[in-house]
T-cell receptor, first 110, second 114 residues
Framework: DSGVTQTPKHLITATGQRVTLRCSPRSGDLSVYWYQQSLDQGLQFLIQYYNGEERAKGNILERFSAQQFPDLHSELNLSSLELGDSALYFC?????????FGPGTRLTVL | AQSVTQLGSHVSVSEGALVLLRCNYSSSVPPYLFWYVQYPNQGLQLLLKYTSAATLVKGINGFEAEFKKSETSFHLTKPSAHMSDAAEYFCAVNPQPGNTPLVFGKGTRLSVIA
């Protein structure tokens, strides 16, 4: 157990819908990262937050957004969902140059 | 931009045989390097990391990796494969020291044959 929790574990929705994925980092970790894992793109970095502020942005679509709250948990919002958004979404938190990954949320868009 | 290349999307070995998973990185400065393992339907677990200390890094489950700057490589090895090693393995680079995003390779699926 990495100490990073993600909910829900699975999410099935339809095209055009909006979903929210939730992540709680390890106790004391200020950085939260979101990654997307898909068969064709592999593991790609989406966005990073540090202590409530956006720190770095990767290949995140404009339809996607994220935020980190004062209690340090983070949410990734995906809107106007397309079939191609079906993927495994991981959250990670870090300390001392080491990232700890949550179990992921598997999103299926039908 | 930093990149990681994992040679071989699928490697198959016999139980008890040597495991060798290849990883090459592109970086103008010595980066931090990592190997992660992903078992089916699970998240990523850190196997080992190189952070500019010893070039031979020992990790969990009997795995080790050697950082070779001249070859820009960080290959993962294990002397004797076990059935439980069957999983997907990812090499990753952290181009900047500190809490910054990782760049992952495409992964290598390891199969272990009895």
């Amino acid at each position: 157990d990495s100490g990073v929790t993600q909910t829900p574990k699975h999410l099935i929705t339809a095209t055009g819908q909006r979903v929210t994925l939730r992540c709680s980092p390890r106790s004391g970790d200020l950085s939260v990262y979101w990654y997307q894992q898909s068969l064709d793109q592999g593991l790609q970095f989406l966005i990073q937050y540090y202590n409530g502020e956006e720190r770095a942005k990767g290949n995140i679509l404009e339809r996607f957004s994220a935020q980190q709250f004062p209690d340090l948990h983070s949410e990734l919002n995906l809107s106007s969902l397309e079939l191609g958004d079906s993927a495994l979404y991981f959250c990670a938190s870090s300390r001392d140059n080491e990232q700890f990954f949550g179990p992921g949320t598997r999103l299926t868009v039908l | 931009a930093q990149s990681v290349t994992q040679l071989g999307s699928h490697v198959s070995v016999s139980e008890g045989a040597l495991v060798l998973l290849r990883c090459n990185y592109s970086s103008s400065v010595p980066p931090y390097l990592f190997w992660y393992v992903q078992y089916p339907n699970q998240g990523l677990q850190l196997l080992l990391k190189y952070t500019s200390a010893a070039t031979l890094v020992k990790g969990i489950n009997g795995f080790e990796a050697e950082f070779k700057k001249s070859e820009t490589s960080f290959h993962l090895t294990k002397p004797s494969a076990h059935m439980s090693d069957a999983a997907e393995y990812f090499c990753a680079v952290n181009p900047q020291p500190g809490n910054t995003p990782l760049v992952f390779g495409k992964g290598t699926r390891l199969s272990v044959i009895a």
